[in-house]
Each structure stands twice: as structure tokens, then as C-alpha cells.
């Protein structure tokens, strides 16, 4: 098995951890790093709904999603400087809304609105996959806190299960896990992968940079995933068991 320009096998993880609990004044909050690559995730929790959902008991989950000027080797403009959101952020943001809404009944979180803020502070690969993995610690910690001051019922179970992401590529014919920039950058195939901690897809990205993949190299792909995703669920599950939040 080929070992990687950082020293780890093909199937490897970065390392990864997870800081619950990072910002002192959202409802929820989780500081994420994967390897190099680092995202602060905070939770907003507001009880109301927008007006298209009033009235239908149901809660809204929603995310946004942005990068610091200096999150990368130079630095680039605030989009908010800009005047304009550029269309890799909305994606991004829309990703990890989906990814969060796939794991949320919304009857049960009530007619309550919780906001992911992901923000990028150092990028080296996988900013998406890591954003949609520690938001969903941030997440849970903040419907622990809508129970907690009664706006969610106490038997109520808004998560119906985890969500994580990771990166894989295929380098110099090679499939990979968990891809650091300068793997992303000459991949052969890059691909970002959403799953549940019971082992459901949500969201599957792939891209033939180069030569394009088949069949095989799919599920191999797909494979690797799966399994970073059960390393992931686990970090995600010791990293709220140890702030009280129920996961």
C-alpha cells in the first residue's frame, strides 16, 4: 500500500478532532480540524420558524457557509466586500444544509429554526467535509439546548442519526481517503461523500479530473468512505457523550 507525502496509508484518516463547545455564546458550537484543514461551526437556535413554515409544526435546519481571507496560501477578498456570494459558497452552503436536514425530523424539533455557521479559519482540503461534520456536533448540542429551555419537548428525538463527510480521490491510479490540497489538486478523481452513521448515502460528489473512472473504482471509492465515515460517527459520538449532549 502506497504511503502518502504525510506518512499515511492510503486508507488513512488525517487526524481529526473535534472541540465541543468552542464558542462560548452560541446555543452550539464545535471547533473541527481535519488535519491542516480547520472549520469553526456554530449553532443558532431560534424559536419560530420563517414565515413560509409558520403553523405547520414543523422546524427549519438551515446552513451558511464562508472562508477567512487568510484561510489559504494569499489572501482573497470577503465576499461581503465583494457585494456578491460567489457560487462555490452557496453550493457549499446548500451541501451542508441537505447533509443536516437528512438526519433531522422536523415535527419533532418543533416549530424552532437552527442557523450552521461554517467557517473556514486554515484550508488544506475537505473544508465541505469537515464543515458538515463538526456542524452536526454543533447541531446536536444546540437541540440539547432547545430542550433544555423547553422550546423542544423532553422526549422528543429530532435526530434521527448521525451525518459525517470525507473526501477520496484516486492518485497515480491509486484510491485515497481523506485528501489533504495537495492531493486534491492533482487527483484523478475527486470525490466528497455524505453519509449517515448507519452507513446511508446523502450526498455523493464525484468528478473525473482526468481519466474517468469505472465501475470498480467507484465502489472502491465508495468503500474507503464508508469506512472513514464509521471512524468519523465514532469521533462525533465520544466528542458529545462527553459534553452531556445526546447524539
Known sequence: MTTRADGRAADQLREVTIEKGWSAQAEGSALVSFGGTKV?????FTNGVPRWLTGKGKGW????YAMLPRATNS????????????GRTHEIS?????????VVDTKALGENTIVLDC???QADGGTRTAAITGAYVALAEAIEWGRANRFIGQKAVPL?????????????????LDLAYVEDVRAETDMNV???GRGLFVEVQGTAEGAPFDRSELNSLL?????GAVDLSRIQTETLEATGADS
Do not use: F, H, Q, Y
Open 40 to 44: 469553526l461551526c456554530t449553532a443558532s
Open 61 to 64: 435546519v438551515t446552513a451558511e
Open 75 to 86: 489572501r482573497n477578498d470577503r465576499e461581503s466586500v465583494k457585494g456578491k456570494i460567489g
Open 94 to 102: 446548500r451541501l451542508i444544509g441537505r447533509s443536516l436536514r437528512a
Open 119 to 121: 467557517d473556514v479559519l
Open 160 to 176: 434521527i442519526d448521525s451525518v459525517s463527510a470525507v473526501s477520496v480521490g484516486i492518485i497515480d491510479g491509486e484510491p485515497m
Open 194 to 196: 455524505v453519509v449517515t
Open 223 to 227: 468503500d474507503l468512505a464508508l469506512a
